[in-house]
């Protein structure tokens, strides 16, 4: 089943609800509601980050639907069981959203976003999920004029943002490593038909460090599902001593991270 993409999800949603294009709110109007909602949406994720899963609860409309990720749509009392399930098996930690977009209309409003959290396995303290998302939360006006969460639609990173983080990954900038690479990121090289090479996060941070006068030129990049491939161009001016190197560089994406990095490295004269 494909992925529901928050486009879609939404023009789904503006049908589902009837929007009216006649019935137009004022500006202030939006700007009172929206600062509502996203102080609800912050307040919501507190709860869900304590894991306080009757708080959470609700926040949520009786006809809620949820399409969170994994191709899943549950209703109210399929989320309880899944939620209850979730924190059973999983600690929730490093919960955050920032906000990109919000309107609202007299009955419906939406709050668009991307949602960061880290999932701590309770059995294993050492395995650590990071899931990034584009989120979509749909809220509903209450008869007692309070909003409840009606839809929460969710989106992987696609392989074209796939390709933009390879893209930022080749511009070597410390300041961006910790936004690239997952913390488990393991990275292998072949070179003059040796045995493999390989590196972490904490290598990567200090090859940028010591070696600063790298640039790589990507030539071909293609991206399909998790993985990236490229063939790039390596040049460098480190201590007088000029190196130039074809790349061919295979990356595995999860959850908007690189988590693995594949190279066969070939030295140009």
Known sequence: MKKVTLLIALLYLLIL????????????????????????????????????????????????VNMYAYDLSMNLEENRQGFKDLFDTYSIEDVKFEVVECFADHNYAFVVGFLDQKWISNDKQDTIVTDKLRSLTVYKKQEDGNWKMFRLIGQHPTPDENKRLSTLYHERNLEDVDELLADDFIGSYLYQNTEPDTWNKENHKNAIATWPNVNDSVLIQIAEDDWVAERFIRTSTNDGNDMKAEIMQFKQFRDGKIVKSYEVISELK
């Open 17 to 64: 609800v009837g929007c009216q294009q006649g019935s137009e709110v004022s500006e202030s109007y939006q700007d009172e509601v929206c600062a509502q909602l996203i102080e609800l949406t912050h307040k919501s994720l507190e709860t869900w980050e304590n894991e306080d899963l009757e708080t959470y609860m609700s926040y949520l409309d009786k006809d809620i």
